[in-house]
T-cell receptor, first 113, second 116 residues
Framework: GQQLNQSPQSMFIQEGEDVSMNCTSSSIFNTWLWYKQDPGEGPVLLIALYKAGELTSNGRLTAQFGITRKDSFLNISASIPSDVGIYFC?????????????FGTGTLLAVQP | DTGVSQDPRHKITKRGQNVTFRCDPISEHNRLYWYRQTLGQGPEFLTYFQNEAQLEKSRLLSDRFSAERPKGSFSTLEIQRTEQGDSAMYLC??????????????FGDGTRLSIL
């Protein structure tokens, strides 16, 4: 099935560092979402974006909806050990009746105390 | 407010057996989705319900798979004659929406299926 291009694939950082990851698509989306998944659990919603250019924050997390509607990025500031996990972007296509999400390939984040 | 609940959390079965999973969405959510996630990949869409109507099915949903949401509340996903390739995490999500308006999907913790 279709998956979005997400980078980097993995990141190993020190506690306190800032993190940036991004997601790109060949097609236009009208919604971008960012989820975090811990081992053995389902994805947990972090941030939802609905408009091109929109910049939204949730605590130390900031995400932006790219103006071309084909990309999005997520920044995490001042990382802490509990930020460890896999981060997924997901997009919903523009127009039509479909409500399915297309997910990225994930970014594995490891934070060393 | 309880989240999306899935049962069982784990299922181990022999190849060729039938399995059924259950999903209870967030109570006020009218939309329900099934996804499949294999190791190292993001979730992939399988099917979507609005109330009791199944409105979209992925090509990944072969004829051995069937999903129902008879009363517009909980949903079941059945896999008949399981194959090794069916081993995966099966995730359920729900959301509230009308027409093209859709609130974000919230996921359950999934059912991990292992085929021996």
């Amino acid at each position: 099935g279709q998956q979005l291009n997400q980078s980097p694939q993995s990141m190993f950082i020190q506690e306190g560092e800032d993190v940036s990851m991004n997601c790109t698509s060949s097609s236009i989306f009208n919604t971008w979402l960012w989820y975090k998944q811990d081992p053995g659990e389902g994805p947990v919603l972090l941030i939802a974006l609905y408009k091109a250019g929109e910049l939204t924050s949730n605590g130390r997390l900031t995400a932006q909806f790219g103006i071309t509607r084909k990309d999005s990025f997520l920044n995490i500031s001042a990382s802490i050990p509990s930020d460890v996990g896999i981060y997924f972007c997901a997009g919903r296509h523009y127009g039509g009746a479909t409500n399915k999400l297309i997910f990225g390939t994930g970014t594995l984040l490891a934070v060393q105390p | 407010d309880t989240g999306v609940s899935q049962d069982p959390r784990h299922k181990i079965t022999k190849r060729g057996q039938n399995v059924t999973f259950r999903c209870d969405p967030i109570s006020e959510h009218n939309r329900l989705y099934w996804y499949r996630q294999t190791l190292g990949q993001g979730p992939e869409f399988l099917t979507y319900f609005q109330n009791e109507a199944q409105l979209e099915k992925s090509r990944l949903l072969s004829d051995r798979f069937s999903a129902e949401r008879p009363k517009g509340s909980f949903s079941t996903l059945e896999i008949q004659r399981t194959e090794q390739g069916d081993s995966a995490m099966y995730l359920c999500a729900s959301s509230l929406g009308t027409g093209t308006s859709n609130q974000p999907q919230h996921f359950g913790d999934g059912t991990r299926l292992s085929i021996l």
